[in-house]
């Protein structure tokens, strides 16, 4: 009772966070710019037609009820229209959108064997030739930015092999096909993820190796691999688990670059490609749209650390 | 003298065997990064001064390798791409400790007066904080120099105001849950006791208590700023062309990574890697020496 109660506090805060959220997006966005109608018509427009631009995205209204409709029309799924190409931003949005789960979850399907293989070998051999081999990986997948990681490996598997395609986005039929063209990106973000959960699952790992109940389990002749999988392993995920709902956190700003490395169709390279061309309906709703997954994604991480570490269920975690 | 003497061979002695503490504590990847990062510097502060080539010079033909005349050859326009690598450091580095720095100071100088002080005042910045928090930092970065305009994006004070936008909520609400720990303890209500004022009790009680916790947050976000950086510049919202910062660098490039222009990619990110590393590895030196943990909330 006491865990649903604090589950529904946390999903209430998220909700009023969203909100504030979208107050200072919509101020940052909306307002900051100055005069859209000069910079999107130019500065050799005329009057008339600066007050119809802005008569038409409703600039000439009072702040707080442009936000009040914005934000309601948001509600009710009707995200306003691009300023550039006048179609509904819906539209340009929610396939983009959907791109970037596919992505995600790609990414995240990946990321759990990258994590469990890298981890296991560095625990196993720790300290020897293949731990050094995955550690140095990590290492390197910590001190690379993803933008950089990225294109090694299209270098490595579109360029010297031809593995898999260096353009992500146009034209793959089917659901192989699709998959083929968005794995390098989805390893990108999945090497990116798995490098710190590795770290941090291969040190657990190898503390719960010395305890005392692996060495029972040891001498009374239990198989080596059986220890490790039986025994270690479900007692050292929790921390790393704990770092997985962080990587949800990074996956969302994460994305943003990696779609642009790829020319992925996804919500960061609308976004991007957005705020280029100041379309500002566009960019408000991307916005909003990967700041209320990344709350999401952060109550969730919450959630996860509360059920998997009981102590958290008494206690009001520090702030 | 006579009298103090014996006083100050003491301190010495202590600060000795403080210094053999922390030798023994740290890994040797401490110096390793220690060193690299004193490299960092010099090369940052100095790469004017005996770069072969400047920034934008056309130094030869355009994509060659390696060579006496061209250490890491030259880019798609024929810069020289060892110069551009070196005169990339001053702003990569200079910039990511400068602005990690300004928002670790006023972040811990805020965390502990909002922990001190409480009430209205604190409940409505960490409200605030939370916010800006919620939103992707990057995506937060891009559209706030959205919002200042792409063509001044390349504005060293534009880069320094965003990354310290993206650090100082972070560092804060770090140093502030440390800070309400200490604020209950003896020694902070004997001050009071004793009647310091509030800035005395900042300043010289808990400021000094939580130095550990501000160095490694330090560390920490300076770390990722030279990522943070160049993904920006990256994404053409950071430094513009003909900038040699290695994020412009990378994604100039990048394009013609693939028929042959390998080093002008491959001398910027080594670069990039190894200033991050070093960081890293300073950081981890002096939090193992300190117990405390390099785990962030992004």
């Known amino acids: 009772m006491n865990l649903w109660r604090m589950?529904?506090?946390?999903?209430?805060?998220?909700?009023?966070?969203?909100?504030?959220?979208?107050?200072?997006?919509?101020?940052?966005?909306?307002?900051?710019?100055?005069?859209?109608?000069?910079?999107?018509?130019?500065?050799?427009?005329?009057?008339?037609?600066?007050?119809?631009?802005?008569l038409r995205l409703h600039l000439n209204e009072?702040?707080?009820?442009?936000?009040?409709?914005?934000?309601?029309?948001?509600?009710?799924?009707?995200?306003?229209?691009?300023?550039?190409?006048?179609?509904?931003?819906?539209?340009?949005?929610?396939?983009?959108?959907?791109?970037?789960?596919?992505?995600?979850?790609?990414?995240?399907?990946?990321?759990?064997?990258?994590?469990?293989?890298?981890?296991?070998?560095?625990?196993?051999?720790?300290?020897?030739?293949p731990d050094s081999v995955t550690s140095t990986l990590t290492l390197i997948g910590l001190s690379l930015p993803d933008f950089v990681i990225g294109t090694i490996l299209i270098v490595m598997f579109a360029v010297v092999v031809h593995w898999f395609p260096a353009i992500a986005g146009t034209g793959a039929q089917g659901f192989w096909a699709t998959l083929r063209a968005i794995t390098?990106?989805?390893?990108?973000?999945?090497?990116?993820?798995?490098?710190?959960?590795?770290?941090?699952?291969?040190?657990?790992?190898?503390?719960?190796?010395?305890?005392?109940?692996?060495?029972?389990?040891?001498?009374?002749?239990?198989?080596?691999?059986?220890?490790?999988?039986?025994?270690?392993?479900?007692?050292?995920?929790?921390?790393?688990?704990?770092?997985?709902?962080?990587?949800?956190?990074?996956?969302?700003?994460?994305?943003?670059?990696?779609?642009?490395?790829f020319s992925y169709p996804g919500l960061g390279q609308l976004l991007v490609n957005s705020i280029a061309i100041r379309d500002i309906p566009v960019v408000e709703a991307a916005t909003l749209i990967a700041s209320g997954i990344y709350i999401a994604a952060n109550v969730f991480s919450d959630v996860v650390a509360v059920l998997v570490t009981p102590r958290l269920r008494y206690a009001r975690p520090a702030r | 003298m006579a009298t103090i003497a014996p006083f100050q061979a003491g301190l010495r002695a202590s600060r000795r065997r403080r210094l053999a503490r922390f030798r023994a504590a740290v890994p040797s990847t401490f110096w390793v990064g220690a060193v690299t990062l004193l490299l960092?510097?010099?090369?940052?502060?100095?790469?004017?001064?005996?770069?072969?080539?400047?920034?934008a010079d056309i130094a030869g033909v355009p994509i060659q390798n390696p060579g006496w005349s061209h250490l890491l050859g030259t880019d798609l326009l024929g810069r020289d791409v060892f110069s551009r690598v070196m005169l990339g450091t001053a702003p990569v580095v200079l910039l990511?400790?400068?602005?990690?720095?300004?928002?670790?100071?006023?972040?811990?100088?805020?965390?502990?007066?909002?922990?001190?002080?409480?009430?209205?005042?604190?409940?409505?910045?960490?409200?605030?904080?939370?916010v800006l928090i919620s939103i992707p930092f990057l995506i937060l970065g891009l559209v706030l120099i959205a919002a200042v305009g792409v063509a001044n994006g390349g504005g060293s004070?534009?880069?320094?105001?965003?990354?310290?936008?993206?650090?100082?909520?972070?560092?804060?609400?770090?140093?502030?849950?440390?800070?309400?720990?200490?604020?209950?303890?003896?020694?902070?209500?004997?001050?009071?006791?004793?009647?310091?004022?509030?800035?005395?009790?900042?300043?010289?009680?808990?400021?000094?208590?939580?130095?550990?916790?501000?160095?490694?947050?330090?560390?920490?976000?300076?770390?990722?700023?030279?990522?943070?950086?160049?993904?920006?510049?990256?994404?053409?919202?950071?430094?513009?062309?003909?900038?040699?910062?290695?994020?412009?660098?990378?994604?100039?490039?990048?394009?013609?990574?693939?028929?042959?222009?390998v080093w002008a990619v491959l001398g910027p990110s080594i670069a990039l890697a190894l200033l991050v590393t070093a960081i890293n590895f300073v950081t981890d030196g002096v939090a193992r020496y300190l117990d405390r943990s390099t785990v962030r909330v992004p």
């Open chain 1, 7 to 54: 589950v529904a506090t946390r999903i209430a805060l998220g909700i009023v966070t969203l909100l504030l959220v979208s107050a200072v997006i919509y101020l940052v966005v909306g307002v900051l710019p100055g005069d859209i109608a000069v910079e999107v018509l130019g500065r050799n427009s005329t009057a008339q037609a600066r007050h119809l631009f802005d």
């Open chain 1, 62 to 129: 009072p702040l707080w009820d442009r936000y009040a409709q914005w934000l309601g029309g948001f509600v009710r799924g009707h995200f306003g229209e691009s300023i550039t190409t006048g179609s509904p931003v819906r539209a340009l949005v929610m396939p983009a959108l959907g791109a970037s789960a596919r992505l995600s979850a790609y990414a995240l399907v990946l990321y759990v064997p990258i994590t469990l293989t890298m981890a296991l070998i560095g625990a196993v051999w720790s300290g020897r030739g």
């Open chain 1, 184 to 261: 390098l990106p989805a390893a990108t973000l999945a090497a990116v993820m798995s490098a710190y959960s590795a770290r941090m699952l291969r040190s657990s790992l190898i503390e719960v190796l010395q305890s005392q109940f692996i060495r029972t389990a040891t001498l009374k002749g239990t198989s080596r691999w059986r220890v490790i999988f039986r025994h270690a392993l479900p007692n050292a995920i929790v921390p790393t688990l704990n770092v997985t709902a962080l990587n949800l956190t990074y996956l969302i700003g994460g994305v943003v670059v990696v779609e642009v490395v």
């Open chain 2, 40 to 55: 960092f510097l010099l090369i940052a502060l100095t790469a004017n001064l005996w770069a072969p080539y400047g920034y």
């Open chain 2, 96 to 130: 990511s400790l400068g602005s990690t720095a300004v928002s670790t100071l006023v972040g811990a100088l805020l965390g502990v007066v909002l922990a001190l002080r409480r009430g209205v005042a604190d409940a409505l910045a960490m409200r605030a904080f939370e």
């Open chain 2, 157 to 261: 004070w534009l880069l320094v105001a965003v990354v310290v936008l993206i650090y100082l909520p972070r560092t804060t609400q770090v140093v502030r849950s440390a800070a309400l720990g200490l604020v209950e303890s003896d020694f902070v209500a004997v001050a009071r006791a004793r009647g310091e004022s509030r800035r005395s009790i900042v300043v010289r009680e808990l400021l000094p208590n939580l130095s550990g916790v501000a160095l490694v947050e330090f560390g920490v976000r300076a770390g990722y700023a030279p990522i943070l950086i160049s993904s920006l510049a990256f994404l053409g919202f950071g430094a513009q062309p003909p900038s040699p910062q290695w994020g412009v660098m990378i994604s100039e490039n990048r394009s013609t990574f693939a028929s042959g222009n």
